[in-house]
């Protein structure tokens, strides 16, 4: 399996972007897929996952209500839209599915 996150870039606090991730290589595997951040001396948080049977989301209390996860499965597609960005929300992000984990995309919010 290789996952593959794009979208990341430069924005201005209260900006949106919009995360996609590639899923490629199986049809199969653990339930639930999502995204994870890192920021430089910080832990890696979990952000948001959804289950891959029942659609059921799950969003971390930090970005609940600003970003929301969607997939495409046609297309094994994953999405992150990330609305009202907050300089707080910098990080690095990558799309995991169980113990695989994609190159991530960096995202960066001024001020």
Not at 13 to 33: E, F, H, Q, Y
Not at 85 to 102: H, V
Request: with cysteine.
């Amino acid at each position: 399996v290789q996952l593959q996150a794009s979208g990341g870039g430069s924005v201005q606090a209260g900006g949106s972007l919009r995360l996609s991730c590639a899923v490629s290589g199986s049809s199969s595997g653990p339930d639930a897929i999502g995204w994870f951040r890192q920021a430089p001396g910080n832990e890696r948080e979990r952000v948001s996952c959804i289950n891959n049977r029942n659609g059921r989301t799950y969003h971390s209390d930090s970005v609940k209500g600003r970003f929301t996860i969607s997939r495409d499965n046609a297309k094994n597609m994953l999405y992150l839209q990330m609305n009202s960005l907050k300089p707080e929300d910098t990080a690095l992000y990558y799309c995991a599915w169980g113990n695989i984990r994609g190159q991530g995309t960096q995202v960066t919010v001024s001020s």
